[in-house]
């Protein structure tokens, strides 16, 4: 027996193998859970469709997330097939590459609508569209970055959308907790990961390799790391966790001057 087994998920934000909600997605796998993905964009399908295969899942829907149309879709799509899911995963974050170097004082109204609209709106709009179909006691999960509390060089208007989408988590938790479902909503703010998202952030590879450096267990963070904490987080077993950002990070966010020399 799995800690999810018995539990059905809906994953969104698979774009490939190096894809953190792929790492969530074999964890989940691993530990039982039913799974169901969504993709952006035809060009993702075609990589999206073999990996949710290869995990025994044939439900694997479009949705572009700043559609609300897409949304109310993929969530009708998942009552049909799943009746009711236990968790969601928000694993989605896009800000236009010219936004993430220079300066951060010269990002565009519409960079900054375009940030928030897709890495942070998206989580509660998505939130709201799966609730009714959720389970009692179920969970919501979406990933963050330490950016969101520290200035990080490039990282710019993400880092402010990072912000306010921990803040949605808090309200979200809140919202949800009222609710008679109970459903719990959490965060993991993990460490760097070369993922295609990073792949358009100035310096990433740098910062990759200098992580490890300073980290308290001096290494850098994988996609498994981050699915075995995220298992953990929606499953029973952190049934009185709701609210969090929770860091998977090698300990990198409390490290002050670790390195020797
Ligand atoms: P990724 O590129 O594999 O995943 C990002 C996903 O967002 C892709 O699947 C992409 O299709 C999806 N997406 C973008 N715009 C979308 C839209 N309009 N509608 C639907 N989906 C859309 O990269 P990743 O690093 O796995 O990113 C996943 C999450 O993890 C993001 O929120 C990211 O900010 C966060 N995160 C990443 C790191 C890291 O170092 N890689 C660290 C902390 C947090």
Not at 19 to 39: D, N
Not at 52 to 57: E, N, Q, R
Request: with cysteine; charged share 20%.
């Amino acid at each position: 027996m799995g800690i999810l087994t018995g539990k059905k998920a809906l994953i969104f934000g698979v774009a490939n193998d190096h894809s953190i909600a792929w790492g969530i997605s074999q964890a989940f796998h691993r530990e039982g859970a039913e799974l169901g993905f969504s993709y952006a964009g035809d060009k993702l399908e075609r990589r999206v469709r073999p990996l949710a295969a290869s995990l025994g899942s044939d439900f694997v829907e479009p949705c572009d997330v700043s559609q609300d149309a897409d949304i109310a879709t993929v969530m009708e799509k998942a009552k049909a097939r799943f009746g009711e899911i236990d968790i969601l995963v928000h694993s989605i974050a896009f800000a236009n590459r010219d936004d993430l170097s220079g300066p951060y004082y010269n990002v565009s109204r519409d960079g900054f609508k375009t940030a928030m609209d897709v890495s942070v709106y998206s989580f509660t709009a998505l939130a709201r569209a799966a609730l009714p179909i959720m389970k009692p006691g179920g969970s919501m999960l979406t990933l963050t970055y330490l950016g969101s509390v520290r200035a990080v060089h490039h990282y710019n208007v993400m880092g402010v959308a990072k912000a306010a989408l921990e803040a949605s988590v808090r309200y979200l938790a809140m919202d949800m907790g009222a609710d008679e479902k109970r459903i719990r909503v959490n965060s993991i703010s993990a460490g760097p990961i070369r993922t295609l998202a990073v792949a358009g952030i100035q310096g990433s590879r740098q910062m990759i390799s200098e992580f490890a450096k300073v980290s308290l267990l001096g290494r850098n963070i994988s996609i498994d790391d981050v699915g075995n904490s995220a298992a953990y987080l929606c499953s029973d077993l952190a049934s009185g966790v709701t609210g969090e950002i929770h860091y998977v990070d090698a300990g990198y966010n409390v490290a002050g001057f670790p390195a020797d020399g």
